[in-house]
């Protein structure tokens, strides 16, 4: 199990280069408000002075602390000839420079610290990764975090508070994190900000040791010794009380070695029923047992996350393709692809179908048997066609003879006015699958054919064409649309096999030439009658005769004859049977006409005017170019699928035996 923790810390170093967010590797978290004494507790675990010191807010970013433990200077000298030094730090900003000097290791943090927050007392996310090889370490990985703060100093924003907090809880809300919160023992536990931190995000306190820390400074009478036992605040995984160095300590540069001796002889003092059980020795021991633990339980879940990342990370490097080399082979597979597409989903045969709408050819079945069918079968033979309107056709078909008969001429002018009607939602059946056409081309782009987001000019270039072929074709399949209804106008056909009524209708006209003919007799004898009669005066018009003077048409009030009734009714007939047999016609041929000169003309013709357009030389280079952005995602991606490996790897070397 020893080999637990160096191997997370090669996790993490494996990861820092590609700064993998959704990797969460166990650590240590510290978390304590202002001077509540967390550097002098790190300092005590490392043995050395090394952090920055001062009032007020002095730790401003992120320190990721990994302490690694060696074998002394004369053992490795026999071994290797490596770092001069018994003890040194490295830093994950300064490649290759080692810090033997720990004084010096001071002043690189607060250089790297005022670096990004400021030279007052701003803070800043971004972490320090700081690497200390001892004899005198014990493994571990912790995460000092700026101390908790209420009020503002400095160049600090109003609202520190919040973000201190905010930057603790991204780190202590990992689940696989130990939080160690550092509290002193001069102050209330209940009023602690890093035990009410801790537990919002570890309300079982499962992950939370507590460490209380100057236990020397508490009012004469009083001590600890309840805390310290867990009958004030019980914590799950421990209390253990330490000793920090003074100021007067640190000021007179006491070794760290002198003041754990006078630590412990403190305990022993004050505390000797708990002196083997506090003291920064035991915490160290502590620390690194509840860390191996944590990670033995962690990597399970941890390998099989590296796992399932990996794939996915694969996956999106497949994606992303490989560098272009053969320009001309890349760009016909290209567009030979997406032509394939296109044709696939207007056939209904594209590999990704949608769900949530239709789309291609559906989309192009439902205009036609369903939306240009309905509004065929919505007009109305008869629509907007009076009887005042078939009166005044048939009277003007007469010209200033009375007609005997009803006109062929008058049924002929108001069924083509009839047919001319559907013309219109003709032409828009024609618009509605053009712009299905335009969409598919959005569709293959989106979804059928990855590999052309890669290269933007490439995608503009292809969507010009093809939006050119279908913008050439549109006029050409609306001019047959439009003679198709021309031809209809041009010879009306009544004998049509399904112009049934007609038969009907001549039937009608003879009876009434019958009964014109017998009129005609009646009539001669009532005129005989009438000469026998006195003559009337010219300004006096006998009861019961309609005489108009007036250079007006007689008007739309007045009632419609019986002759006029069923003269009106006769064309009505006929041109309702004929209308019918036309759009049965129309809503035949449209769809027909369509598919032939704009769907499958655009279908047999898109590939060779793709290759026709694009297949040239002078194009090439320039059609090919990546776009900066899949470029950069395919570096970043393929990186951290290196680093996924790498984990991988790592956590392989580690047998199931060696984690219990």
Not at 632 to 650: D, F, G, H, S, Y
Request: aromatic residues 6%.
């Amino acid at each position: 199990m020893e080999t637990l923790i160096p191997t997370i810390n090669r996790l993490q170093e494996v990861f820092l280069t590609v700064g993998a967010e959704s990797i969460q590797l166990p650590q240590i978290v510290v978390v304590g408000s202002q001077s509540s004494g967390k550097s002098s507790v790190l300092e005590s675990l490392v043995g050395r002075d090394f952090l920055p010191r001062g009032s007020g807010i002095v730790t401003r970013r992120p320190l990721v602390l990994q302490l690694v433990n060696i074998a002394p200077l004369q053992e490795r000298q026999k071994i290797e000839n490596g770092v001069k030094a018994e003890e040194w730090g490295t830093f994950l900003h300064c490649k290759n420079q080692i810090f033997a000097d720990f004084q010096q290791i001071r002043r690189e943090i607060e250089t790297e610290t005022e670096r990004t927050s400021g030279e007052n007392k701003g803070i800043s996310p971004e972490p320090i990764y700081l690497k200390i090889f001892s004899p005198k370490v014990l493994n571990l990985t912790l995460v000092d975090l700026p101390g908790i703060t209420k009020v503002p100093v400095g160049d600090q924003p109003e609202d520190i508070e919040a973000q201190v907090q905010e930057m603790i809880l991204s780190f202590i809300s990992n689940p696989n994190s130990l939080i160690l919160a550092v509290s002193p023992a001069n102050s209330d536990l209940a009023t602690s900000d890093a035990l009410k931190l801790a537990r919002e995000v570890d309300p079982d306190g499962r992950r939370t040791l507590l460490v209380v820390s100057k236990l020397d400074l508490m009012d004469a009478g009083t001590d600890a010794l309840e805390v310290l036992l867990g009958r004030v605040i019980p914590v799950r995984l421990g209390i253990i009380g330490v000793v920090n160095r003074s100021q007067h300590d640190i000021n007179t540069q006491k070794r760290l070695e002198d003041s754990m001796r006078d630590e412990q002889a403190f305990l022993q003092r004050h505390y000797p029923s708990l002196a083997s059980r506090a003291g920064s020795r035991y915490l160290a021991k502590t620390l690194s047992r509840l860390l191996m633990h944590h990670i033995r339980d962690c990597l399970p879940e941890l390998k099989t996350r590296v796992t399932v990342l990996s794939a996915q990370y694969q996956t999106r490097l497949n994606s992303y393709g490989q560098p272009v080399e053969d320009h001309s082979a890349t760009l016909l597979q290209i567009v030979t692809k997406f032509a394939s597409d296109y044709c696939h989903t207007i056939e209904g045969t594209a590999r990704y179908i949608q769900t949530s709408e239709l789309c291609g050819g559906a989309r192009i079945c439902y205009i036609f048997h369903e939306t240009f069918g309905r509004t065929l079968q919505s007009i109305d033979p008869l629509g907007g066609l009076s009887e005042l309107d078939i009166l005044t056709a048939i009277r003007n078909a007469t010209g200033p003879r009375p007609a005997l008969f009803v006109p062929e001429v008058s049924f002929e002018l108001l069924a083509k006015r009839q047919i001319k009607r559907l013309e219109e939602p003709s032409l828009r059946c024609v618009e509605l699958v053009h712009e299905e056409l335009q969409r598919i081309i959005q569709h293959c782009s989106s979804y059928s054919t990855q590999e052309l987001l890669r290269f933007p000019k490439l995608h503009d270039s292809i969507v010009e064409v093809v939006t050119g072929l279908l913008r050439k074709r549109l006029p050409i399949t609306n001019e047959m649309v439009h003679n198709l209804v021309a031809i209809e106008l041009a010879y009306i056909n009544t004998k049509h096999p399904d112009f049934a009524d007609a038969a009907q209708v001549s039937a009608s006209v003879n009876s009434q030439q019958a009964e014109a003919l017998d009129g005609g007799k009646r009539w001669k004898n009532e005129k005989v009658a009438e000469e026998k009669a006195p003559p009337a005066g010219f300004g006096s018009p006998s009861k019961g005769q309609a005489i108009n003077f007036l250079d007006t048409a007689v008007p739309v009030s007045r009632k419609l004859s019986s002759r006029e009734q069923r003269d009106c009714e006769v064309i009505q007939r006929l041109i309702n049977c004929y209308f019918l047999i036309v759009r049965k016609s129309i809503q035949d041929s449209v769809p027909k006409t369509v598919m032939h000169f704009l769907v499958n003309f655009v279908k047999e013709h898109l590939q060779s005017e793709l290759v026709g357009q694009l297949y040239k030389q002078t194009l090439l280079q320039d059609l090919l170019i990546e776009s900066e952005d899949t470029a950069q995602q395919r570096t970043e991606v393929a990186q951290m699928l290196e680093a996924l490996k790498k984990a991988n790897n790592i956590i392989s070397e580690i047998r199931e035996t060696h984690l219990w």
